[in-house]
């Protein structure tokens, strides 16, 4: 029987795009003229992101820890978010095997920030950033995201924890 258990978790988000917002990516500020309208920072990967490991640990959706009915949450880091996950997800016993984001926007080309963003989430996660890995995909101009309407993540998150030396009933 194999001691390691192994969960996948998969995360999906949009927010509007606002003139005069900033753009907050994964927790780094993007030079933009545009940014992310919502109830927090907007930050759509660290909202994918926190999303795949809760889906991976059983533990529901943001919505339903953080509700953005709730006035604390207004402008909120989205570092928080991501932190009670792994609060979440450390009390479980699991660590992140490793992450794989897709960021859909138009503009503006993320190409030159990607490094910064994987070198900033895989830090928020406390693994190498080898661990993380972000894409960046354009909308080809249609659609909400190629009209320049709104931006999406996508991030799936692999997590494990040694069974050994714990009482799981088997
Ligand atoms: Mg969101």
């Not at 709104?150 to 714990?166: E, K, T």
Request: charged content about 25%.
């Amino acid at each position: 029987m194999t001691t390691m258990d192994i969960r996948v978790g998969l995360g999906h988000d949009t927010h509007r795009l606002e003139e005069g917002r900033p753009l907050i990516l994964g927790g780094i500020t993007i030079e933009h003229s545009h940014g992310l309208a919502g109830h927090s920072d907007g930050d759509i990967v660290l909202h994918a992101l926190t999303d795949a490991i809760l889906g991976a640990i059983g533990a529901g959706d943001i919505g339903e820890l953080y509700p953005d009915t709730e006035a604390i949450w207004k402008g909120a880091d989205s570092r928080i978010f991501i932190e009670g996950a792994l609060a979440r997800m450390q009390g479980l016993g699991y660590e992140v095997v490793n992450t794989d984001i897709i960021i859909h926007a138009q503009r503006p080309k993320l190409g030159p920030d990607k490094e910064r963003i994987r070198d900033h989430v895989a830090a928020l996660l406390a693994v190498e950033p080898d661990r993380v890995n972000i894409k960046a995909k354009t909308g080809e101009k249609v659609g909400h995201i190629g009209r320049l309407e709104a931006m999406a993540c996508q991030a799936v998150v692999l997590l494990q924890r040694d069974l050994r030396g714990r009482d799981h009933g088997f």
